[in-house]
């Protein structure tokens, strides 16, 4: 027999507690001669199932018909979905706070990070020591920071010597120029120019003075190299600078052009930031991996989600647009031949590169990556080109 004060503490409930559940029934203590209320055994048994059910979410009210076997099978039934969905939860949490320890593969957690928080993600990575070149990398790649050197070296050793960083063709190309209403700019700024394959497209098929922006040294020398042999020095002006700072002023550009690396920052943050960019009745032409269908292959789903956890489909993309006050001129998608004429060369460049790098996580990826385009390229996924420009 215990006093309530003894209930109290066995149980692990406050005094005051116990007594609004002897008010409820839950509970009943019996006063013996000495005026004093006793509990039983059965009362703090009774006491400890009431804590377990609540810990599963029941109400004292459900906890109560429980304990009198009343209570409707379906509550409980809820009660457990809801349980099971709160245990994968606090899993979850559990492993990120493991990964933020280091106790886990800091691959999975910039997985998760960039997927369920892509912005604070990267902020993350800044505080970490990250510059901001590097934080979209790891950021865009999810890969293991641990070993995030040797990562970016060996994946510049395999895209280095390779003439298109990204799927294209020079007539997808020139249909996207083609579709640019205003045929009279003066100034166009290419983003994430690469090596400049389409800027000196651009040079050569509109007057506009072009100015290419990259952060990659390398993009940029090689794109300095190819002006000079096309003679178009006066034409093209190569800025090395990250899109997310560009270092120009408000309403300087007739159009701007961002062919394959609007993923970097994410479309809807590159609409906001880039627009001011642009002046009256300028035009925005971006290229973006999108979904080509509501029912993707599982494996190619899964691929992007990872990969690129922002993909949507063309719809979406549409509708993104309008949000963020843009008219779509027109839109299509890049055909077959503008990714062959991408990964035909990179898979060579991984076949001859894997005797001297076998185990490179770097070469594995884009093993992986050329397998998901061999099965489903334009059937599953494409690059879609979109002209757009700021709504009056
Ligand atoms: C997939 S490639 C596309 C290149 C080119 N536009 C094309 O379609 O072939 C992406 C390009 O974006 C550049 N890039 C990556 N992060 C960048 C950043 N923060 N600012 C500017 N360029 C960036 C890369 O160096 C690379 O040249």
Not at 327 to 349: C, M, Q
Request: charged share 25%.
């Amino acid at each position: 027999m215990y006093l309530i004060s003894e209930l109290a503490t066995k149980a692990g409930i406050s005094r005051t507690t116990l007594l609004y559940y002897e008010k409820q029934g839950l509970i009943k203590g019996h006063r013996l001669d000495n005026g004093y209320r006793h509990y039983s055994e059965s009362d703090l048994q009774r006491l400890f199932l009431i804590k377990q059910l609540q810990s599963a979410g029941l109400t004292l009210k459900e906890c109560q018909s429980c304990l009198e076997a009343k209570l409707d099978k379906s509550i409980l039934s809820e009660r457990l979905t809801q349980l099971t969905e709160d245990i994968q939860k606090k899993t979850q949490a559990r492993e990120l706070l493991l990964g933020l320890l280091g106790e886990r593969s800091q691959r999975e957690l910039h997985s998760s990070l960039s997927k369920s928080a892509p912005n604070v993600h990267l902020n993350w990575l800044n505080t970490q020591g990250y510059d901001e070149k590097e934080a979209l990398r790891l950021k865009w790649l999810s890969k293991d920071m641990n070993e995030h050197n040797a990562y970016m070296n060996d994946f510049m050793t395999i895209f280095t010597p390779l003439e298109q960083w990204a799927p294209g063709s020079k007539q997808d190309t020139l249909n996207a120029i083609s579709l640019m209403p205003n045929q009279q700019m003066r100034r166009i700024l290419e983003i994430g120019s690469g090596k400049g394959g389409s800027t000196v497209l651009l040079a050569n098929n509109t007057k506009a003075h072009i100015t290419a922006v990259d952060n990659e040294p390398v993009a940029i020398e090689q794109l300095n190299q190819k002006i000079k042999d096309s003679q178009l020095v006066d034409r093209i002006s190569p800025v090395c600078a990250s899109m997310t700072a560009l270092p120009f002023e408000a309403k300087s550009f007739d159009a701007i052009w961002a062919e394959s690396c609007v993923y970097i920052m994410g479309m809807e943050n590159a609409l906001q930031q880039w627009k001011p960019l642009l002046k009256d009745d300028g035009i925005l032409v971006v290229s973006d991996l999108v979904w080509l269908t509501d029912m993707p292959d599982e494996n190619v789903k899964q691929f992007w989600l990872s990969n690129y956890p922002d993909i949507q489909t063309i719809p979406t993309r549409l509708k993104l647009f309008q949000a963020q006050g843009y008219d779509v001129i027109d839109h299509f998608s890049l055909g077959l031949n503008a990714w062959e004429n991408y990964w035909l060369p990179l898979k060579a460049r991984v076949e001859a590169l894997q005797p001297t790098m076998p185990t490179s996580q770097a070469l594995l990826d884009v093993e992986q990556e050329i397998g998901i385009y061999e099965t489903s390229v334009a059937k599953d996924f494409t690059y879609h080109y979109f002209i757009v420009k700021p709504s009056k």
